[in-house]
């Protein structure tokens, strides 16, 4: 099993910027990537992005895309998602998840508990 736990959310003002940290312990070796998902409310689950933790190559989505970076140190076991020029429709709640990669949540089988990013206007 691999236990996440995200970090990093807030409220942020239109413009500004978030990084949000995923750590992962346990048996992290079983999976291939990390990604991150988002929820706004009374909206379906987003991929937000993916990254290898073997190669460090990284998949975004168009929505975020030239806005929002995904990085990892594997010392730490750790993921980031760098945000930029947040934008109100940004707001939701982030989750990372652990899995074989790409942008189907079904195939991530560990996921944090997630945390809120609210962006005010």
């Known amino acids: 099993q691999v236990q996440l736990v995200e970090s990093g959310g807030g409220l942020v003002q239109a413009g500004g910027s978030l990084r949000l940290s995923c750590a992962a312990s346990?048996?992290?070796?079983?999976?291939?990537?990390m990604a991150w998902f988002r929820r706004a409310p009374g909206k379906e689950r987003e991929f937000v992005g993916a990254?290898?933790?073997?190669?460090?190559?990284?998949y975004i989505a168009d929505s975020v895309k030239g806005r929002f970076t995904i990085s990892r140190d594997n010392a730490k076991n750790t993921v980031y998602l760098q945000m930029n020029s947040l934008k109100p429709e940004d707001t939701a709640v982030y989750y990372c998840?652990?899995?074989?990669?790409?942008?189907?949540?079904?195939?991530?089988?560990?996921w944090g508990q997630g945390t809120q990013v609210t962006v005010s206007s």
């Open positions: 998840a652990a899995g074989r990669g790409g942008s189907s949540p079904q195939l991530y089988v560990n």
């Open positions: 346990g048996r992290t070796f079983n999976y291939y990537a």
């Open positions: 990254i290898s933790w073997t190669t460090g190559a990284t």
